[in-house]
C-alpha cells in the first residue's frame, strides 16, 4: 500500500520537475507534447480495451475515440497555439510572460479513466507543469499503465524525471493528503459531487465541475429523422459515460408521436408505462440511482428491470408526464436510458428545459434541435447552462469532439454551477501571466522585447533527478511504482542492487519529509 511518505516523494519529485520545466523553451515543450500524444494514440486500442475489461463499463470502440481525440486530436487542435513564449504588446506597452501553475494534481475518474488521464497529462505538459495523477479506484489498474506509458514518453523526449507520476494506489486518505498539501499548486477534480467539493476545500487552488443532467429539446421545426438518429447515437455513445449525454428528452406535442416513430427506426425502445414503471423502479429504487446501471447496455438494462428489448437495441425512452424534483427520471442517470415528456409548444418546452437543469445539472450542458434561431437563442438565453449544442449528438457537441468548442474531458459549470471555470477546461486554465506594464507616458520609452525570451532551449538527455548529497550510490531514482518494463525502469542485477535500491528509497523519503516539515 503506498503510504503518505511516499506520497510526499512524489510531490518533492513533481515539485522538481516543474521547477525545471518551466525553464524550457517552446520548441522543447511542443516535442515533448508531441511525443507524449503518439505514445497515447499509439496505444488507445490497448487502453479502451483495459478500461472497458477492468471497470466493467462503457463500449471499446466509443472509448477508443476518445482515447484517440484526446492524444493526438488534442495536440492537433492546439497546433500553432503557445502558452511557453512570451507576448509583445508594444501598442499598450505591455509585455507577458507564461507562468506555469506548478504541480497540477489531477483526479480522474472511473467513467472515463484512460482518456482523462491523457487530457489532463497533455495539458499539464503544454503549460509546462508537472502532473500527479490519481485515478479512481475502480480504473487504477489501466489509469496508472497509462500514466507509466505518457511518463516514459516524456523522460525519453528529454522531460525532467518526474515531470508525469500516478498514485498507484489511491486512496481516500491518501488522495486528501496530497490535495491539502501545500506542495500541490492546483487541483483538476472530475469526478462525483463529493470529489469536487473536496477538492474545493482542500486548502489549495482547485479547478472542479458539478454533474451533468442534459435536457434535450426538439422543436416542430426541427429535422425528426436527423435528431432522432443523433440523440439515440449520442446516448449509447460508450454507454452514456460522459457527462454531457441527454438526459431528458423534451418535445414538441405536435411532432412528437413520429419523433418516438423516428426514435424507434434509429434503434431505441420506447417504453409503455407499465415497462417505465418497472425501469423506474429498477434504476431509483430508494429515489437514488442504482449505480449497477451506469456505463451498461440497454439490453442489459432491460433484463433486470424486468423485460426484455433485443440486443440490437441502443436505447430505452420513457416517457413521464412533468418535470419535477420528486420524478427520478428527471435525474442523471449515465446509461442509454433517456425520459422523455411532451409540451404543447416551444416556450413551455424552454421551461422544462430550465427545470430540468435546475433540478440538477445547473451550468453544465443543453442540446437543441431546431431550424428557429429566435428560439434557439431564446433556449440558450434562459436554460441555466454555459454550453448550448444544436443539431447535433450533446454527448461529443459539448464535450468538443463534433463542434468547435474546445475537447475536454472537464466541463465547467461555472458560477451557476458553483464551478470556478464557466467553459470546457483548456491549456489556459492551468497557466498565469505576470505581466511587465510601462508607464502610459508616450514620453517613457518601452524597451524592445521583440525577440527576447527568458527561457532555454533542451534537446539532450532527461535531467535527473538530484540525489542527496550525503548519498553516494550512483542510481537515477526510478520512477515511482514503474511499470514492469517501461522505459527507463531500472532492472536489478542481483540482492546488492536490490538493497542500495531500498537504502535509497528509505533516505529520499526521510528527506522529503524533513523538508516538508
Known amino acids: 500500500m503506498m503510504n503518505t511518505a511516499h506520497a510526499g516523494h512524489m510531490l518533492e519529485r513533481a515539485r522538481w520537475a516543474a521547477a525545471t520545466y518551466a525553464t524550457y523553451d517552446a520548441a522543447a515543450v511542443a516535442a515533448i507534447v508531441q511525443a507524449v500524444a503518439e505514445a497515447g494514440y499509439e496505444n488507445a486500442q490497448r487502453y479502451a480495451d483495459w478500461a472497458v475489461s477492468e471497470t466493467g463499463m462503457g463500449v471499446v470502440e466509443h472509448k477508443l475515440r476518445k482515447n484517440r481525440a484526446c492524444s493526438r486530436g488534442l495536440v492537433e487542435h492546439y497546433h500553432g497555439e503557445d502558452f511557453v513564449s512570451p507576448r509583445v504588446d508594444s501598442a499598450n506597452k505591455v509585455v507577458e510572460l507564461p507562468t506555469p501553475a506548478g504541480v497540477v494534481l489531477a483526479l480522474t475518474p472511473t467513467t472515463n479513466p484512460v482518456a482523462t488521464v491523457y487530457f489532463k497529462t497533455l495539458l499539464s505538459l503544454m503549460t509546462r507543469n508537472a502532473v500527479v495523477i490519481a485515478p479512481h479506484p475502480r480504473a487504477q489498474e489501466c489509469s496508472a499503465h497509462a500514466a507509466h506509458t505518457l511518463a516514459a514518453a516524456a523522460v525519453a523526449a528529454g522531460a525532467p524525471d518526474g515531470i508525469v507520476q ?13 490535495m ?7 487541483i483538476i477534480a472530475t469526478g462525483g459531487t463529493g470529489v469536487v467539493r473536496a477538492a474545493y476545500s482542500s486548502g489549495n487552488p482547485a479547478l472542479g465541475v458539478g454533474p451533468g443532467n442534459v435536457p434535450v429539446f426538439v422543436d416542430a421545426t426541427g429535422d425528426l429523422s436527423a435528431a432522432a438518429g443523433r440523440i439515440v ?19 414538441e406535442e405536435t411532432i412528437a408521436d413520429r419523433l418516438e416513430r423516428e426514435l424507434t427506426h434509429a434503434g431505441a425502445y420506447v417504453l409503455d408505462q407499465e415497462t417505465t414503471n418497472r425501469l423506474r423502479d429498477y434504476m431509483f429504487p430508494d429515489g437514488n440511482l442504482n449505480t449497477e446501471v451506469v456505463g451498461q447496455s440497454a439490453a442489459w438494462i ?19 408526464d412533468l418535470v419535477l424534483p420528486d420524478e427520478p427520471l428527471t435525474h442523471e442517470k449515465l446509461s442509454p436510458v433517456i425520459g422523455m415528456v411532451r409540451v404543447a409548444d416551444a416556450r413551455r418546452g424552454i421551461n422544462a428545459a430550465r427545470a430540468v437543469a435546475r433540478i440538477a445539472g445547473a451550468g453544465h450542458s443543453a442540446a437543441i434541435h431546431s431550424e428557429n434561431p429566435a428560439t434557439i437563442m431564446d433556449f440558450a438565453a434562459r436554460v441555466p447552462v454555459l454550453r448550448v449544442s444544436v443539431n447535433v449528438g450533446n454527448s461529443t457537441g459539448s464535450a468538443g469532439l463534433d463542434t468547435n468548442l474546445a475537447p475536454s474531458m472537464t466541463i465547467g459549470t461555472g458560477f451557476v454551477g458553483r464551478s470556478s471555470v464557466g467553459e470546457n477546461l483548456e491549456p489556459k486554465h492551468l497557466l498565469n501571466w505576470t505581466r511587465i506594464a510601462h508607464n502610459v507616458d508616450a514620453a517613457v ?7 527576447l525570451n527568458p527561457w532555454r532551449h533542451h534537446d539532450g538527455p532527461t535531467p535527473p533527478y538530484p540525489a542527496p548529497s550525503n548519498n553516494r550510490i550512483d542510481v537515477q531514482v526510478p520512477p515511482v511504482e514503474a511499470v514492469p518494463g517501461a522505459a527507463g525502469q531500472r532492472t536489478s542485477g542481483g540482492n546488492n542492487d536490490q538493497i542500495r535500491a531500498e537504502l535509497r528509497r528509505i533516505v529520499v523519503e526521510e528527506l522529503s519529509q524533513l523538508i516538508k516539515r
Open 302 to 320: 432491460a433484463e433486470r428491470a424486468g423485460f426484455r428489448v433485443t440486443p440490437k437495441t441502443k436505447l430505452l425512452v420513457a416517457p413521464f
Open 445 to 451: 520609452p518601452m524597451g524592445a522585447f521583440t525577440g
Open 166 to 178: 500516478v498514485v498507484t494506489e489511491p486512496s481516500l486518505p491518501l488522495v486528501e493528503g496530497l
Open 233 to 251: 447515437d449520442s446516448k449509447a455513445f460508450d454507454n452514456s459515460l460522459l457527462c454531457t449525454n441527454e438526459s431528458v428528452l423534451i418535445a
Open 180 to 186: 491539502a498539501d501545500e506542495r500541490t499548486d492546483v
